[in-house]
């Protein structure tokens, strides 16, 4: 396939375990698991960061969010960064950007990156508004919304997505569909909303020892004033959650629809993934934290399909989000103009078995002296931003190394963690300093360290003279008349 096509589907917040394709029994996502089918997924696809903005500057870039500092929602991608966009609009490639998703670029680096962008259809609604009684609020949880013909941002940027479609640029395309949901708030129109049985589905995994977890998801759970919440509460929040999922496989399949009806399947390479997860009740925990490392936070359902590489394949390799910018750019023929760390996944589409890498890293979090770049939201986010001010060591910056059994997390102000994801996939088991995994435990360990030191910066592309001209008057030399 020469210079293909490139749709590029990103929902926000969207768990990995709750798509069909990834083993959910539950949820009813026939686009996705078509999609699947159609091409590779990778269950063991990590995110670089746990929050939005980082995690998405480092697909993007190819880069980990220590790299330039890119752990922030407002250190974003500035004109003079590389990002996978411009680069592919630089090599001839029409970029459209359908709807007006931002948390991703600086200003003036939009400018640069995509040839158009934002809504064909205007929203003629937002996000948020009342939320029921009680506890409701610091779940997050909306509930029902009225299907009473307004437009939110992501049917716009659908329905944006639909309209350009039906008169696509002669030219390779890229058109890329960044959505909010299943980001919270959890609201959602029917009939989705009735879709699920909330008796039909299983409750959130359990705490573990408390004793041995990370501080911040005790203080959540009380400063949120969610430890009472119960089994058929969180059940409402999870139906309430996989109905936006279905919500959003739909538009997945009208988006792929007005591929077909364009006459580009063929040519058109597609990618979905999200840029982190969600905690859903688990560990009775809601959304997500800064340094959040659960597997329910960063596992990402990333499914590539590419015409003729491979159908109804899924890859065990362990695989890093930074890995998308260079899997895009082998199948566009254009080679990167700078220094990332993305290792392209182009032959594990030709061949799932194929090796990749050994580890995947995940980081998130701050020191106690960036503590006046932490996050001050307001309602219902506001206890959030209220507890990182009140004891910024709760946010304490934080690594998680994964192998294919394995997780190893270091924290900055806290205890590590040692998790064995074979007989405990929710990581709740903290088995750190047990003596019986002490050498894997300091393998995983160096590995951090190994990481931390050849990933720590970029050489730019360009070198600087060393004695370069300076055009200033010389000391002690008598002014020019």
Known sequence: MSRPNFLIFMPDQLRADAIGAFGNPHVSTPHIDALAARGTAFPNAYVQHPVCSPSRASLLTGWYPHTAGHR????????????????????????????????????????????????????????????????????????????????????????????????????????FVPLVAPHCPFQVEEPWFSQYDRDALPGPAEPGDRA????????????????????????????????????????????????????????????????????????????????????????????????????????????????????????????????????????????????????????????????????????????????????PTLVGKAIAVRDARWTYVWRLYEEPEFYDRTTDPHERDNLAGHEKHAQVQQRLHDAMVRWLVETADVLPAEDDPRLPDVVLPVPGAAPKP
Not at 150 to 171: I, K, M
């Open 212 to 391: 041995r977890e990370p501080r911040y998801m005790q203080a959540i759970r009380e400063a949120y004033g969610i430890e009472e919440v119960t089994d058929e509460q969180w059940r409402e929040v999870t139906a309430t959650y996989y109905g936006m999922i279905s919500r959003l496989d739909d538009q997945l399949g009208r988006v792929m629809k007005a591929v077909q009806t364009a006459g580009a399947a063929e040519s058109t390479v597609t990618l979905f993934f999200a840029d982190h997860g969600e905690y859903l009740g688990d560990f009775g925990l809601i959304e997500k934290w800064p340094s959040a490392l659960h597997d329910c936070i960063t596992r990402d359902p990333l499914i590539i399909s590419a015409p003729g590489l491979g159908e109804g394949q899924t890859s065990q390799a362990m695989v890093e989000m930074v890995d998308v910018l260079p899997t895009v750019l082998e199948l566009a023929g254009v080679d990167a103009p700078h220094r990332h760390f993305g290792r392209s996944l182009v032959s594990l589409l030709r061949d799932p078995a194929a090796p990749h890498r050994e580890f995947a890293f995940t980081e998130g979090g701050f020191t106690v002296e960036e503590a006046n770049r932490l996050e001050q939201p307001s309602f219902p986010y506001d206890r959030k931003g209220e507890l990182q001010h009140a004891d």
């Open 72 to 175: 922030t929602l407002t250190h974003l991608l500035k004109p003079h960064e590389p990002n996978l966009l411009r680069i592919l609009k630089d090599a001839g490639y029409h970029v459209t950007w359908a709807g007006m998703r931002g948390d991703t670029f600086a200003p003036g680096a939009t400018e640069l990156s995509v040839h158009e962008y934002g809504f064909a259809q205007f929203p003629t609604i937002g996000y948020g508004g009342p939320y029921p009684d009680g506890v409701w609020s610091r779940l997050f949880y909306r509930g029902e919304v009225p299907d009473d013909g307004r437009v939110d941002p992501d049917e716009a940027a659908v329905r944006t997505a639909e309209s350009w479609l039906e008169s696509p640029p002669a030219e390779p395309w890229v058109l």
